[in-house]
């Protein structure tokens, strides 16, 4: 009798051979953003991405999100070629959390009404108040309440009244309630006061792990970076430059890190790009 082996789950991202180059302020002048990147993230990983302004994270994130398409290369979400789809068109495979609350949540939208529009998957007009039904409400009050913040009571309230932390906290909730493939992270607890980016990304690390989400994280928090991922990513001039698992990353600490940093690369971080 022949017995088979358990299938491996499909990596959550693929990134193979993937550039992006600008235009500069000289006539001639060309920017590499991102050079000849490769990076693959696991179903259910969370994955800390750091690097001073201008080191091609942003730029990555950006291609992974379908808000800029590569020049060269392919990116693969659970297997599916998205290369060449827009950013509307990864809905459902990919979800995103911008860094400023405002661009996360339709102010002049309720809490339900945004769950619902999230759940629609399409910004089209459709009604509102009957796609917020009972089984909206009741995926919005389960997902709201992780947070303890008394979101899941307050339903019928306009997102514009919310303060930024609460904001954050209904954007986590709706991107990880649709279960994506990938969650993307852009710097979404650096507009927080440190008691709310502390409280919105520890219960951001719980959902996602209990989900099994994968999950990429952009931050200048080197701390956060070491504390709330399985795996480190540092990149420098378009390229990734360091790349630290679990194991390597037990026990680090920010110096060690910036020290690692500079003993590679001949160069140190500036303070923007370590904050405590």
């Known amino acids: ?32 953003a991102a050079d000849h990147i490769d990076l693959t993230i696991e179903a259910g990983s969370i994955v800390a991405l750091v690097g001073s302004n201008g080191s091609g994270k942003s730029t990555l994130l950006s291609m992974i999100a379908g808000s800029q398409l590569p020049d060269a290369g392919r990116i693969l979400i659970c297997g599916e070629d998205v290369t060449d789809l827009p950013s509307w068109q990864r809905t459902g495979r990919v979800a995103l959390v911008r860094q400023n609350p405002e661009h996360n949540v339709f102010s002049a939208l309720t809490i339900a009404e945004n769950f619902a529009l999230a759940d629609s998957g399409q910004s089209r007009a459709f009604n509102l108040k009957r796609a917020a039904g009972s089984r909206v409400r009741e995926i919005a009050h389960r997902a709201l309440a992780q947070f303890s913040m008394g979101l899941e009571d307050r339903l019928d309230s306009l997102a514009g009244t919310l303060s930024g932390g609460q904001r954050q ?29 502390r409280l919105v990304m520890e219960q951001t690390e719980a959902i996602v792990r209990a989900r099994k989400i994968a999950t990429l994280m952009v931050t200048h928090d080197m701390g956060h970076a070491i504390r709330h991922s399985d795996r480190l990513i540092l990149m420098h001039r378009g390229r990734i430059a360091m790349d630290l698992d679990q194991d390597q990353k037990d026990g680090l600490t920010v110096p060690d890190l910036l020290s690692r940093f500079e003993k590679l690369t001949g160069e140190t971080l500036p303070d923007s790009a370590v904050l405590a």
């Open 1 to 32: 009798m022949s017995s088979t082996s358990p299938k491996h789950p499909l990596p959550a991202l693929e990134v193979k051979g993937c550039e992006k180059r600008f235009k500069g302020f000289g006539r001639n002048e060309i920017v590499t």
């Open 169 to 197: 906290a209904v954007s986590v909730a709706m991107a990880t309630s649709r279960n994506p493939g990938l969650l993307l992270l852009d710097e979404h607890v650096s507009a927080l006061d440190p008691t709310r980016a």
